[in-house]
């Protein structure tokens, strides 16, 4: 059975940065796509980022030139770093490995 671990949420001051951490325990084969996508309080879970095998990346309109996504496929690690934090980044994040895999999910809470 796989697991997704996601580490490194906490609370930030507005400005801040934040690394995002993802590794799946188990075996899994030929991850296509990772991920990140938030959830904050009332609203729908969104995409924040993804990753394909390839190295291609795709980034929601909110985070461009502040968030950067990496993998590594060696380790089936996904990472997020997050820079200029602002309070609309507060979210619950979580990683994605396609087709279905979900991690629990890290708090990121940005104080104004």
């Known amino acids: 059975q796989v697991h997704l671990v996601e580490s490194g949420g906490g609370l930030v001051q507005a400005g801040g940065s934040l690394r995002l951490s993802c590794a799946a325990s188990g075996s899994i084969f030929r991850i296509n796509a990772m991920g990140w996508y938030r959830q904050a309080p009332g609203k729908q879970r969104e995409l924040v980022a993804t990753?394909?095998?390839?190295?291609?990346?795709n980034y929601a309109d909110s985070v461009k030139g502040r968030f950067t996504i990496s993998r590594d496929n060696a380790k089936n690690t996904v990472d997020l770093r997050m820079n200029n934090l602002k309070p609309e980044d507060t979210a619950v994040y979580y990683c994605?490995?396609?087709?279905?895999?979900w991690g629990q999910g890290t708090q990121v809470t940005v104080s104004s």
């Open positions: 994605y490995f396609s087709p279905k895999y």
């Open positions: 990753i394909t095998s390839g190295g291609s990346s």
